[in-house]
């Protein structure tokens, strides 16, 4: 799995587990940096192991903005978009 900052994944195992994340890091091989906007923030993300995630998409906005201007409202925001569109390929 090659999980890279601006991946859309769903964790698998956990507390947090059913819950959709944005990769905002990487720590190792193994592990990653995850974030949300609300339950982990940007300055606190979650270091998850990769093994415990799915990868569902990429998002361009998130990756650029990475390690610099990303904040809570744009991971938000962009979850938000992930879902209703996926919502729309399901109807």
């Known amino acids: 799995m090659d999980f890279r900052d601006g991946n859309i994944v769903l964790s698998k195992a956990g507390r947090d587990s059913g819950r959709l994340f944005i990769v ?16 982990r923030k940007v300055d606190a993300p979650k270091k998850k192991k990769l093994k415990h995630l799915k990868e569902l ?7 650029r903005l990475c390690g610099g201007e990303l ?14 569109s996926e ?4 109807a």
């Open 24 to 39: 905002v890091g990487r720590v190792d091989e193994n592990f990653v940096l995850i974030a949300d906007g609300k339950l």
């Open 57 to 63: 998409g990429f998002d361009r906005e998130v990756a």
């Open 71 to 84: 904040t809570n409202r744009i991971l938000k925001k962009q979850l938000s978009l992930y879902e209703q």
């Open 87 to 90: 919502s729309e390929n399901l």
